[in-house]
Structures are given as structure tokens and as C-alpha cells.
Nanobody
Framework: QVQLVESGGGLVQPGGSLRLSCAAS????????RGWYRQAPGEQRELVAI???????NYADSVKDRFTISRDNAKNTVYLQMNSLKPEDTAVYYC????????WGQGTQVTVSS
């Protein structure tokens, strides 16, 4: 059973930075770490940044040039470097993995507020 555990969330002031990590466990074969989604209160879950099947990256327009996704396949880990954070980035951030995106983490809260 694949489990995803996110970390790195917290409270940060506008303009600050955070780095999220998501590590997969429970598999000896490795798992495709796809990327990150987020969900703000009262909103639907939305894509933040993902790796495409060809290995390229895809970002939501709202985070382009501020967020950077990366991954370490050997460690089954995906990262999200978030810079120049804005209050509208406040949300629970979820990691997604698996060939068809079947696996989700429990989420980590990111709050951007002064």
C-alpha cells in the first residue's frame, strides 16, 4: 500500500518562501511522483504543478515564475519550492503520485498572512 507523506507547510508572511516535500513509502518498485495540487476553503482542488508523462513540467498560471517543482526518483520524493508567496496561495497542498494519479497524501497546510 503506497503512502504519501507531505511536510514543509506552515505560516509565512507575504513575500516569504516555503519548500514542501512529499515522500512515498510502502512500495519496493518505486512510484511515479506526479506533483502538487491545492484546495482553499470553499474551493475545488486545483492543479499547482505537475510532471507530464514526458517529464516536462506544467504549472498553474497563478504560480508560474514563483513556484518550482522537482523530484528525486531514487527517493520517491517530490518537492515544491514556493517563493514570493501571496495570501491567495493559502490552501491545503496535496501531493499526487502513481501512474494514473491514484495516490494522494493527507495534505499540508500553507497559510500566507501578515
Amino acid at each position: 500500500q503506497v503512502q504519501l507523506v507531505e511536510s514543509g507547510g506552515g505560516l509565512v508572511q507575504p513575500g516569504g518562501s516555503l519548500r514542501l516535500s512529499c515522500a512515498a513509502s510502502g512500495t519496493s518498485r518505486g512510484v511515479t511522483m506526479r506533483g502538487w495540487y491545492r484546495q482553499a476553503p470553499g474551493e475545488q482542488r486545483e492543479l499547482v504543478a505537475i510532471f507530464t508523462t514526458s517529464g516536462n513540467t506544467n504549472y498553474a498560471d497563478s504560480v508560474k515564475d514563483r513556484f518550482t517543482i522537482s523530484r528525486d526518483n531514487a527517493k520517491n520524493t517530490v518537492y515544491l519550492q514556493m517563493n514570493s508567496l501571496k495570501p491567495e496561495d493559502t490552501a491545503v497542498y496535496y501531493c499526487n503520485a502513481g501512474r494514473f494519479g491514484a495516490y494522494w497524501g493527507q495534505g499540508t497546510q500553507v497559510t500566507v498572512s501578515s
